[in-house]
Each structure stands twice: as C-alpha cells, then as structure tokens.
C-alpha cells in the first residue's frame, strides 16, 4: 500500500491540504440534483456548463474540489480545470466527500 500512496499519493492528505487553503467545492451535477442534497457551504455549476464559467472559477481564486454523484462527471471536471490552468481535484462523489469532510 505504501507503493501505492507514493505513487498516487494520499488523497485525503490532498483534500485536507485544499481545504486548509479554503478551497471550493464544486458540485458539478444537475440543480435538480444538486437541490436535493449537496455539501453546505459548496458552488453548483453543472459539468455541461462549466466550460462557460471558467472565468468565473478563475476569479475565485482558490483552488477547487469537484463533486458529483459517483466521481465521473468530478474527475472530467478537475481535468477540465487544470488543464485551464486551476488548481483542481476530483472529491469523487458528493457522499462520500461530505463523508470525508466531517
């Protein structure tokens, strides 16, 4: 396991890296998903729109957790981002970071 962690590396030590850095967590679903249930606190852009709204997510500034219900729209959303040049990581599903939040 350890060969693994160096390898990829500990992805709660990088979501508890983000949020020391107030990062922002990015629900990337639809809003009527979003609307019934989502992480306090978290930013709906949905991931059809986000190529849109990079400008947007430029101006916060921060860099930024993707979510969504089960980790694939969030992993092609952090992509998205960095390749714009923002500092991005996939949470995975909304759940299980909430989860992983607390």
């Known amino acids: 396991m350890g060969f693994l962690n160096n390898l990829f590396g500990n992805k709660m ?4 890296d983000f949020i ?10 639809t809003p009527g998903e979003y609307s ?3 992480i306090p ?3 709906n852009i949905p991931l059809q729109t986000l190529g ?5 997510v430029k101006k916060w500034n921060k ?7 089960s980790g694939m729209r969030s992993a092609s959303a ?3 981002l960095k390749s714009s040049g923002i500092e991005a990581l996939n ?12």
């Open 13 to 16: 030590e990088k979501i508890n």
């Open 20 to 29: 020391e850095r107030d990062a922002v967590i990015l629900d990337v679903r």
């Open 36 to 38: 019934s249930g989502a």
């Open 41 to 43: 606190g978290s930013k």
């Open 52 to 56: 849109s709204k990079l400008d947007t």
């Open 63 to 69: 860099p930024v957790i993707t979510c969504c219900a």
């Open 78 to 80: 952090a992509a998205m």
């Open 91 to 102: 949470g995975g599903g909304y759940m299980s970071l909430y989860k992983k939040l607390q």
